[in-house]
């Protein structure tokens, strides 16, 4: 009888595994001093097979194999994707803190509409990306979000 029941609740378990999918929006903004760099915020809208485009090396007795993907980039460039404006955070007078407001609402704006259509912030992650005494620079946030995949 405990069998039966432990064969039956692992049962159930499996079928009630779940499975997401996930999405990614970039915000990009720009620390260019006198406004006059460019900040978006981009979200694919096309799904594609990164699996054509990925090497896969092994080592087998010591020895490097790899099989190489012979995709090139311009094949596996997408120009399917959503391009939002942001504002940027500098301008001739120094920071702006109504632009980064107004970047703030946009992005908010952005995660609601996914939270309407079923999809949750699950994680995100920030960088900066400047050269040493460069007066140039970006922000860059990755949001993942996830939903249950439906069937």
Do not use: C, H
């Not at 939270?115 to 699950?122: F, I, K």
């Not at 995100?124 to 249950?148: H, N, Q, W």
């Amino acid at each position: 009888m405990k069998n039966i029941l432990l064969i039956f609740l692992l049962g159930t378990l499996s079928l009630n595994a779940q499975i997401y999918e996930y999405k990614t929006v970039t915000t990009v903004e720009s620390l260019v001093q006198s406004g006059l760099g460019r900040s978006r915020m981009i979200a694919e809208t096309d799904n594609v097979d990164y699996k054509y485009a990925t090497t896969v090396r092994t080592e087998v007795d010591g020895k490097t194999k790899k099989q190489k993907s012979k995709a090139k980039r311009n094949e596996i460039r997408t120009k399917a994707f959503e391009e939002t404006k942001l504002l940027n955070f500098f301008n001739v007078g120094g920071i702006r803190f109504n632009n980064i407001a107004t970047n703030d609402a946009m992005v908010t704006a952005k995660m609601n509409d996914l939270a309407a259509d079923g999809w949750e912030l699950a994680f995100m992650a920030t960088g900066v990306e400047s050269a040493d005494k460069e007066p140039e620079a970006i922000f860059i946030t990755r949001y993942v979000f996830k939903r249950l995949k439906s069937n």
